[in-house]
């Protein structure tokens, strides 16, 4: 491996810390948003803290996380790489998860959110289970 490829995991790992950082906070928002009057200044509060933490760290993150991982896998390549498929498909998963928050984002933004607090303390889980799968993949190397 040449000395590139180490710097782009380190980024990419960065990357992807970071992007985790906004995929487990946003939930958390939204189940306080939940409790919070639309239109009150609270709830006009937590909508430009969505905004601002989808889009300056969730959203910059996740598509950094994607290039530099797509270039590592440029440089490794996916044959007999079986953990690497598994890991894909669980990244693939994380991305319509943040496709699902922006989806709930507006919904916030526009005053329209139709799920109870239960439902947010539930999709919080959701990032970390695919986490614990991708570290085990990326650590193990099962297959």
């Known amino acids: 491996m040449s000395e590139a490829y180490f710097w782009i995991k380190a980024v990419h790992v960065i990357a992807v810390i970071s992007w985790m950082a906004g995929l487990l906070y946003m939930p958390r928002l939204f189940v306080y948003h939940t409790e919070a009057k639309a239109g009150s200044e609270g709830s006009?509060?937590?909508?430009?803290?969505?905004?601002?933490?989808?889009?300056?760290?969730?959203?910059?993150?996740?598509?950094?996380?994607?290039?530099?991982?797509?270039?590592?896998?440029?440089?490794?390549?996916?044959?007999?790489?079986?953990?690497?498929?598994?890991?894909?498909?669980?990244?693939?998963?994380?991305?319509?998860?943040?496709?699902?928050?922006?989806?709930?984002?507006?919904?916030?933004?526009?005053?329209?959110?139709?799920?109870?607090q239960r439902y947010f303390r539930i999709a919080n889980e959701m990032p970390t289970l695919l986490m614990i799968g991708i570290v085990i993949l990326v650590v193990v190397k099962p297959f």
């Open 44 to 116: 006009e509060l937590f909508k430009v803290m969505e905004r601002r933490l989808m889009f300056a760290i969730t959203i910059p993150a996740g598509i950094v996380t994607w290039i530099l991982g797509l270039v590592m896998i440029g440089q490794i390549g996916l044959a007999g790489n079986g953990w690497l498929h598994a890991k894909l498909v669980l990244v693939v998963l994380l991305t319509l998860f943040n496709l699902a928050m922006e989806r709930w984002r507006r919904a916030f933004a526009a005053d329209r959110n139709i799920h109870p």
